[in-house]
């Protein structure tokens, strides 16, 4: 059974950075995609970003500039480098396989204040 464990949420202003980490077992994490989701309070679960296990990436528009998602396949690790932060961004981040197939970890939550 995969599990996934994120971290490095926080609470920032308007314009800051947090990095996100997201570590996998129980899988060969090499030969998988990854993604980065979030939930925003009252909303579905969307995805954010995902990279390839080649290591091609693709963003939403909503993040492109702003976000950069980034793999280390010794640590079993998938990164998120999140930069100029709006309100907007607040929610819980998850990483899973894309398309996610995975069960969810807790997540890390983000808060972006103004």
């Known amino acids: 059974q995969v599990q996934l464990l994120e971290s490095g949420g926080g609470s920032v202003q308007a314009g800051g950075s947090l990095r996100l980490s997201c570590t996998a077992s129980?899988?060969?994490?090499?030969?998988?995609?990854m993604g980065w989701y979030r939930q925003a309070p009252g909303k579905q679960r969307d995805l954010v970003a995902f990279?390839?296990?080649?290591?091609?990436?693709n963003y939403v528009d909503s993040v492109k500039g702003r976000f950069t998602i980034s793999r280390e396949n010794v640590k079993n690790t998938v990164y998120l480098q999140m930069s100029n932060l709006n309100p907007a961004d607040t929610a819980v981040y998850y990483c899973?396989?894309?398309?996610?197939?995975w069960g969810w970890g807790q997540g890390t939550q983000v808060i972006v204040s103004s």
């Open positions: 899973n396989k894309f398309p996610a197939t």
């Open positions: 129980g899988t060969v994490f090499r030969l998988n995609t």
């Open positions: 990279i390839t296990s080649g290591g091609a990436t």
